[in-house]
């Protein structure tokens, strides 16, 4: 299984904005500097973020984004499902239906593989629901948002 570049960056966004000083906002060209991707493809990622109900966007001239809940309440799946959505079922074109004229016999198999897929999607999922973002990050720097991203934007440059 391959999961996208967006899952991944989304994690690192919800622990940065976890971690940052005093809790405060974020902007998308901070947080694409931070991960040095395009501000433009993270904000499909914070959209999605933001409408999960993950991250919150606050606008104005010192909106950014922060957090809707507590890292101890968000999973790896929260983040996943927001970016992904239900890729992992497998659905089927019927194009074993168009090859196969033996239709009974090809639909039991086909059942079997859909069943099999759809068992292992359910062990993924609950996998990705066992490992909440906090468990990343130390609590004493989470709790208190103790790193400051500006000034390390600031010493990269």
Avoid at 49 to 68: E, H, R, T
Avoid at 76 to 94: H, M, P, Q, R
Avoid at 115 to 140: G, H, Q, W
């Amino acid at each position: 299984m391959i999961v996208n570049h967006c899952v991944e960056q989304g994690i690192y966004v919800v622990l940065i904005l976890s971690l940052e000083r005093d809790h405060r906002p974020l902007r998308s060209t901070e947080l694409s500097a931070i991960l040095s991707v395009s501000d433009s493809y993270l904000k499909k990622i914070l959209r999605k973020l933001v409408l999960a109900d993950i991250i919150k966007s606050n606008p104005g001239k010192d909106g950014g984004f922060q957090l809707s809940r507590s890292i101890e309440e968000i999973s790896i799946f929260d983040v996943y499902s927001a970016l992904e959505g239900d890729k992992c079922t497998l659905k089927t074109s019927g194009i074993g239906e168009r090859i196969f004229v033996y239709g009974k016999e090809f639909s039991k198999g086909e059942e079997q593989v859909i069943s099999v897929f759809n068992k292992a999607n359910s062990a993924f999922c609950d996998e990705l629901r066992k490992l909440k973002i906090s468990e990343l990050a130390s609590k004493e720097y989470y709790l208190n948002g103790t790193v400051d991203f500006e000034k390390i934007i600031k010493e990269t440059k």
